[in-house]
């Protein structure tokens, strides 16, 4: 049976990196409201006529260069973020022998969820 990933999570393993994932998440959140205030005041300054180079732009790309490190810290680990703002994410796993998500949202203690892997959050059943 072919398999969409080559790493699969156990329960435990999951729950392992959950304070880990917790904190990148945290810190996505942060650098995007960031990005979002840096990219509202560079678009001030480019209106009016005012150089829009220097540490504005440093800013952007900074921040940037930081969301896209975390990003590849979930891919790395083929952890899939699925909701942003939500802190939604999939682990892949195999239960039964067949590949699923175990689901976990930011403000849950535990990892209790899973779901088929074309099913989605709305496919969520208790572990």
Same mark, same amino acid.
């Not at 976990?104 to 059943?125: L, M, N």
């Given at each position: ?14 729950? /392992?990196?959950?304070?880990? +994932?917790? %904190? ?5 959140? %942060?650098?995007? +409201? $960031?990005? *979002? %205030?840096? *990219?509202?005041?560079?678009? /001030?300054?480019?209106?009016? /006529?005012?150089?829009?180079? /220097? ?5 952007? +790309?900074?921040?940037?260069?930081e969301i896209k490190e975390l990003l590849q810290k979930f891919q790395d680990r083929e952890i899939i973020i699925k909701d942003l703002p939500r802190g939604l994410v999939d682990f892949p796993a195999l239960v039964g022998?067949? $590949? +699923? ?5 930011? *403000? ?9 892997? *074309? ?9």
């Open positions: 049976m072919q398999h969409r990933f080559k790493k699969h999570y156990t329960r435990e393993e999951a729950r /392992g990196l959950l304070p880990t +994932v917790r %904190q990148w998440l945290e810190r996505l959140n %942060q650098l995007r +409201v $960031e990005l *979002d %205030q840096s *990219d509202r005041r560079l678009a /001030g300054l480019v209106p009016a /006529g005012n150089d829009s180079g /220097g540490e504005s732009v440093n800013k952007s +790309v900074r921040l940037l260069a022998g067949k $590949e +699923v998500f175990l689901c976990w949202e930011k *403000d849950e203690e535990d990892i209790e969820f899973w779901h088929d892997i *074309d099913s989605g959050y709305a496919g969520r059943e208790p572990l």
